[in-house]
């Protein structure tokens, strides 16, 4: 078999002091005067122990006269105590100090009017003192069924401190609907919540769970009604005597835990004792055994604190925030007293809902103001501005960023909630102009520190400053990895008449110029891309003295003329969208970015003396490809000669007349009727020359 025992097992520190307090105790008084109020801790090996050194266990101190008397570690009314030493007893309270705190909070609660009510047992030796502590004014209850059908104005809750955190809530789960005001505090100790949590992870893991402590003791009960509920092999057991062989088979893994009442000795006793059944050394382990004795230790420096009640003014506490009302927030200090902070003192603006600033369970850091009443009064607000003063500081002598909200709009920029208020001038919010103000508000930003005037309250911060420093890192960074003719996505920013700007990573932008757009004419850019657009550009250039980027979006497409010559021939009859008609003829698109001339000249059969006359942008026609020149990228098409001469309409005999006529008295002039004049000749040539230079452009 393998038995592990559980990381958190055996004596707590309150239990460890209250036997050490007694074992002192019995040192100094060998005429065994020594006397407990009942059972020291619910244990009864160690009941026996202490009998044996002398101690005497009374349930009423009235039937001494003189001696020693020790309170035990889960408290008495505190009345019994003074009424002891007014009998001129020597009173060792050795009362846990978790237990000690419940009866400060169970007081303080009725004092300020609320119901209060104990989650525990009734009849148990803690809570029958919490109950005198407050005059028997409190409801116990053990399970929300002890609360049906019962109505608050207000209730504050207070647990029994080796209670379990699932019956706490189950009876908080049932007040929140059963009272108007409800506060609680979760005062089980956090010795007891280990060695549950401890208990349930280990039965999670075993064949068989061994319970080890006294049969009267509730803490050991939870251990092992927890158990229960994760694994069917539960033994509860006071001592190593009790186990029987029955209860275990050869491969079984073992686990074993104890009662916070229960010490290493008895532990150690139930291991041997298996040992020993099983005629073998049995393979042992306690793991996490470090982390377990660094909880043990924190356990023990929690107690000394809350021993010590002491606070001076001004003194930083870290408090977690309990519960809260519309005068202010309830905050546990770690001690007996309660703690407060006021509405006013939450923070330096103006708040009507203190969980706009703080969260229940949230730790906070807290000035001490004064102690009233057994009360703490705390200012977070005093607090947030030392601590804010100190950051605003150092940032600025580091040129370091801060990260704070923005809470509100004034006149001229924004407010910023940095403990203390921060101004950031409109000027100074962003790189670009921003006329929306009202969109930062509640947003985390952050900012570097522009000026800082602790005696004239001033701070100043500029979120642009931060935007300029990752713009140039940004910057630095592409201009460093970005090389011409790499392939880039980015987001088309702004289109201008000359082009777009496109973000191509970090805010990093650089120009796409209209004639890069396509490998056709574009009139705008607006007719490419749209704002906001991603799309995957060339680098066509950096230039990183003058912070320039240069992006092609053509250039991410096969260039159509390289293929021009095996797709266009000289007779081909195609066709086209006339795109733009000029002087001397009209363009046509054949496809994305080819277009032919047609010359005025080949526009029809007869004399056409302007082109709009014939032809508009966007019709569709069909032309013949006279002429093809991929190195100059240049091709000539003809409307003319696409239509054959047997489909041209017939033209009225008159006028053939008229011009026939007309050529006779002009025999001098060299005129044919159908040729072409020198005149025109020279005409087409100057169109020619036209149409190159808009070629060109």
């Not at 970090?506 to 607006?526: F, I, K, N, Y």
Request: proline content about 3%; glycine content about 6%; hydrophobic content about 40%.
């Amino acid at each position: 078999m393998k038995v592990i025992v559980a990381a958190h097992a055996g004596f707590c520190f309150g239990v460890k002091k209250a036997l050490n307090k007694t074992e002192a105790a019995l040192q100094m008084s060998p005429e065994s005067l020594v006397y407990t109020l009942g059972p020291l801790i619910h244990n009864p090996q160690v009941i026996a122990k202490l009998s044996a050194q002398g101690a005497k266990i009374i349930e009423d101190f009235n039937v001494i006269s003189e001696g020693t008397i020790i309170i035990r570690s889960h408290g008495v009314d505190p009345k019994l105590i003074l009424k002891a030493k007014e009998k001129g007893l020597k009173v060792i309270d050795a009362t846990c100090p978790y237990v000690k705190r419940v009866h400060e909070l169970a007081k303080f609660l009725l004092k300020n009017g609320y119901q209060v009510v104990i989650v525990g047992e009734k009849d148990h030796p803690e809570v029958q003192g919490i109950l005198g502590a407050i005059d028997n004014q409190g409801l116990v209850a053990y399970s929300s069924d002890d609360l049906l059908d019962k109505r608050f104005d207000k209730v504050g809750v207070v647990a029994q401190t080796t209670q379990s955190i699932e019956r706490l809530q189950d009876c908080v789960d049932y007040l929140v609907d059963a009272a108007r005001e409800i506060r609680v505090f979760p005062t089980i100790c956090q010795a007891t919540q280990l060695r549950q949590q401890a208990a349930v992870l280990l039965a999670s893991k075993v064949d068989i769970m061994i319970i080890v402590g006294g049969k009267h003791s509730g803490n050991t009960r939870r251990l092992f009604e927890l158990c229960q509920k994760v694994l069917p092999r539960v033994y509860h057991i006071e001592r190593p005597d009790e186990l029987e062989a029955q209860w275990f088979n050869p491969t079984d893994t073992i686990g074993v835990t104890a009662g916070a009442s229960t010490p290493d000795w008895v532990i150690e006793g139930v291991v041997e004792r298996m040992s020993e059944m099983e005629n073998q050394d049995l393979k042992v382990e306690v793991p996490v055994a470090e982390e377990a004795a660094n909880s043990e230790e924190n356990q023990e420096a929690m107690m000394q604190s809350l021993e010590q009640s002491e606070f001076k003014r001004g003194e930083v506490l870290t408090v977690k925030v309990v519960s809260v009302d519309s005068e202010g927030v309830y905050v546990d200090v770690g001690q007996k007293q309660e703690g407060f902070i006021p509405l006013r003192e939450l923070s330096y603006r103006h708040i009507d809902e203190p969980l706009n600033v703080v969260a229940i369970g949230q730790d906070v850091q807290a000035v001490v103001e004064k102690v009233e009443d057994d009360r703490v009064i705390l200012s977070k607000k005093k607090a947030d501005a030392s601590n804010a003063w100190s950051t605003l500081s150092k940032a600025k002598e580091e040129n370091t960023t801060i990260v704070s909200p923005v809470v509100e709009k004034v006149k001229g920029g924004l407010l910023v909630d940095v403990g203390v208020r921060g101004f950031v001038p409109a000027s100074h919010i962003s790189r670009q102009f921003v006329e929306d103000l009202d969109q930062f508000i509640g947003q985390e930003m952050s900012f570097k520190v522009l000026e800082l005037e602790t005696e004239r309250n001033n701070v100043v911060l500029s979120h642009r400053l931060v935007e300029e420093e990752e713009m140039e890192k940004a910057m630095k960074a592409v201009f460093e990895n970005l090389e011409p003719g790499k392939i880039v996505t980015g987001t088309v920013r702004r289109i201008t008449d000359f082009g777009a700007f496109v973000d191509i990573g970090s805010g990093v932008e650089g120009l796409l110029h209209v004639s890069e757009m396509a490998w056709s004419r574009v009139d705008h850019p607006s007719d490419v891309v749209k704002e906001g657009e991603e799309i995957k550009v060339k680098v066509l250039g950096v230039d990183q003295e003058k912070e320039r980027i240069s992006l092609g979006l053509k250039q991410t497409k096969s260039d159509p003329w390289t293929e021009i010559e095996t797709k266009y021939h000289v007779g081909d009859i195609v066709e086209g969208t006339i795109t733009r008609v000029v002087d001397f003829g009209c363009f046509v698109k054949l496809e994305d970015g080819i277009e032919g001339l047609v010359h005025i000249s080949q526009l029809a059969h007869h004399r056409v003396a302007n082109a709009s006359e014939v032809v508009k942008p966007d019709d569709f026609v069909k032309v013949k490809v006279i002429n093809v020149d991929a190195e100059a990228r240049r091709i000539g098409l003809s409307i003319r000669d696409a239509i054959p001469f047997d489909k041209l309409p017939k033209q009225p005999a008159v006028k053939k007349q008229k011009e026939f006529k007309r050529s006779k008295e002009n025999e001098d002039s060299k005129e044919e009727v159908f040729g072409t004049t020198i005149g025109s000749q020279f005409s087409e040539l100057e169109d020619l020359k036209k149409m190159l230079e808009e070629d060109d452009k």
